[in-house]
């Protein structure tokens, strides 16, 4: 093969395409200008799609330049040569094909072969195989690539790994199903290249193709004219074989023929800053063109793009986004995850998207508000804790899901029922066009549509039918090397990845990332095939692969362009970084280090905080009290959110804000209290049952209303979780049966439960206004002979705190302040209360009746203030009240744990202008 070294005066792809326009056949005719180039017999290899684009539109831009037009070569990567040249007897099967038959492989093959490497029998889902069908696909286009074969390597690992000789027998028995599968629906195999190209001796360029596997090797010696353009001087062509491939023994340590400017950050976010200080301070570039940013460590991107989009300076990603991280990505990865499982959570998570949340019936409380879809979903799985969506007693939100969903559970057995129930269900879910199409968000749609095209044209070569599970998990396999192209275009600066940069031309540089272990890492290890068998079998190992890293980083390192390296001491979590070991390299290595280990010499600065505009969410930091109208009526409980923070109050109490969501795989403390306080409250209204006294029956009595309890409200099947609470539920309440017997026995009697103070009676009248105030007492008793009454309130946390260590904080009697007025406004409205044709004193004694984790603490806690600590405490609810009338514009100063969660989604830009806000980790509890 001959070589060709295109120097270092231009760009590598600039000098590329001159010389591939040099190759065209004839000049044209004198007065004849508009004779095209014709490159049709030339075929050009590059690494990479990306490459291949740029150098098609370079060929382009220098054809027109030159006033001719251009019949294009063919431009292809290594990967897709063999399918480019080659016509086989039997087509060459798909990736999607290929899928397929791995899959197909898996579930047939015996189960001692799938255990032998690892695999539950019993977890078959497309979900699970096709990771291990890239991973198998991968190790055999390996081997067969460099003429190998499983058979070859099992015997050359036996000597060394026997246990690595077993996985690779195992994957062996798997291929041959495989392979067997193919060939009965008439497909063939890629990378063997056996066949002989349909051109005789076609004209092949390699542009920098580092790595070309033994059997290609092979073909294009026996087949082609092929030529490789390698990215160097003339005289440095020691450094590479007669294939233009880097020799790992040369460059090993090779020094670099310049010096390296080298920028040390402290962390990833000095890092930005410093990124954009060399922009602006190498000649101020005037386009995006101008510059390049080289991101080896892909941790960093978060970074880079949140702090140039803080200094409103786009960057364009060029290897695209993620379709898994596209609206249409997650509404597949949702749908197949609740096809899978069909588990309340998943269901409430494809209610979640965008696209199908707008089409939810909505239902209404029993106020007539109209609820929120999700807030219905949140509610139910919050209070019944259900496992599955097939809860009879589940919102219509999830009904709706569930039907849509429902027909495809079942498996098809025809290729045309492969797609059109998928896109059926889709348009169910989020509605559909005029021609019953569904109507899919735009993020990521073209690659859907791609995909999902890919699926359709399968040919019914007696494939195995696909369950619709099958088939969503395939498009999302698909999907995953189809990144979706970065909007910002030319307007932005160019991202690239390591392996695209010695294809850009842009005069500035700005390489980041190169530290140790993601610029020639240290061998990883292999779960098939090992390092030292890949060595024995003369693969490519790390060695190569650190002389091919060597070669770029050296052609980046040169007089074509100004290249700037940035790495940082410390990542994103603080953990320490060392440079990448290329970077150490020769006689200035050691100052290199230096430098980097220098703690005085690194970069740390952060980028100030820009004013966005008043509609950006990051400009609300923390939230402000706003003028509304004053409520008529207010929960006694709620005025503990007034005495913590006005405006915790009016968003918790007036706008009735509250934290709503399913992440909970268990009753929350306040679902558990609420449990609790039911069964006490069915004991307490049952006249019987309170009238027992015996604890052997009153616990029986519990018992059994836990039963029904549980039967009723608590979805089955519940988490395993829910379960356990249930018996620790079960454990409080036999507790309470002690207590409630003991003080049956000191002539306590329970005469009513959940008694309501209504807000048109009870009032607190002040010089702004009056507000009414509601409540509901947990239980009355009465000592019949010494005519005694007792309020409680039943407290069901896990430490059970007294009432004084609950209602007043402060360290003396004099200093003490109320934060909470329950039980002393419980008290003060007492003597609207009758009971039994006796009315409640308004001396009567106050307290809780406690009933926390360790159920020797359950005891009745009777409140022990004076005269004068309850008309304190009267004076701080008319200051409550008079501040509700007259309203609170100051901001949020303290932060409860729902709100600190809610609020993480809203100002997460802003998050240094909550920090003056005091947090209060108490969740509440009733």
Known sequence: MDRSFLGTTCGFLESSARKILALADGEPAEGSRSHPFDLRELVVLVPGRQAGRRLRRL??????????GLLPPLITTPGHLEEALCNPEQPFVSVLEDRIAWIDALRSCPEHTLTTLGIDPESLGAATLLPLARLFSRLGSDLRREGLTLSVAAEAASHHDPDAALRLRAVEQIEALRSARLRAVGLTDTGTFHIAPMATQPRVILIGILEIPAQMRRWLDQYCQAEAWIDTEQNRAHLYDELGIPIPEEWDNLPFTGPIDLVVADDPRSLTASLLQQIDQHSGPSSSDDVTIGLVDQELSPWLLEGFRRAQVPLHIGGGTPHSSSSCGRLLADLRQALATFSSHAIAALARHPAIHPRLPRATDRHGRELDPLETIDRWATARQPVLATDPLAPEAV?????????????????????????????????????????????????????????????????????????????????????????????????????????????????????????????????????GVREQL???????????????????????????????????????????????????????????????????????????????????????????????????????????????????????LHDCHDRDRQLNPLAFGNLIHKILEQYGLDRQLRDLSDEGQIRDALHQLLDRYRRERIADPAHSAVLVQLEQARVRLDAWATVQAHQRALGWRLVAAEVDLLPALCRIDVAEGSIGLSGRIDRIDYHEQEQRWRLLDYKTGDTGHPPEKDHRRGRSKDEKIWVRLQLPLYRHFAHQLEIDGRQVSSEAEVGFFLLPAKPAQTRIEIARWHEDDYAQAYQRTCEAISGILTGCLEPLTVLKTPWQRALAGVVVESAARLDGILSSDEEEQE
């Open 59 to 68: 060929l382009v831009e220098q054809a027109d330049t030159g006033g001719r």
């Open 399 to 531: 009904q709706f899901i569930r039907s849509a969903i429902e027909p495809l559970r079942e498996v098809p057995s025809t290729r045309g029922d492969r797609v059109q129930p998928l896109l059926d269900a889709i348009t169910a879910l989020v509605g559909g066009d005029d021609w019953q199409q569904p109507l899919l968000p735009q993020s990521g749609l073209d690659g859907l549509i791609s995909a999902v095209q890919k699926v359709m044209q399968i040919e019914d070569r007696n494939l195995p039918p696909l369950s619709s599970v099958d088939t969503i998990s395939l498009i999302i396999d698909l999907l995953e090397d189809s990144p979706i192209p970065d909007r910002h275009g030319n307007r932005a600066i160019g991202v690239l990845g390591w392996l695209e940069l010695p294809f850009d031309s842009a005069p500035l540089l700005l390489l980041t990332g190169a530290t140790e272990g993601q610029l020639s890492p240290a061998p990883a290890g292999d779960p098939l095939l090992p390092h």
């Open 538 to 656: 003369g693969m490519a190992g790390p060695a190569h692969r650190n002389a091919r890293d060597a070669h770029l980083l050296h052609s980046l390192i040169d007089s074509r362009r100004k290249t700037v390296v940035a790495i940082c001491a410390r990542n994103g979590d603080g953990n320490p970084l060392l440079p990448s070991r290329l970077l150490l390299q020769g006689p200035d290595g050691l100052a290199r280090l230096e430098q980097f280990l220098d703690r005085n010499r690194r970069h740390r600065f952060h980028l100030p905080e820009t004013s966005p505009p008043a509609s950006s969410p990051a400009s609300l930091g923390a939230p402000q009290g706003v003028t509304l109208p004053s409520p008529d009526s207010v929960a006694i409980t709620s005025l503990s959110y007034y005495l913590e923070d006005p405006v915790l109050f009016q968003m918790n109490q007036v706008l009735r």
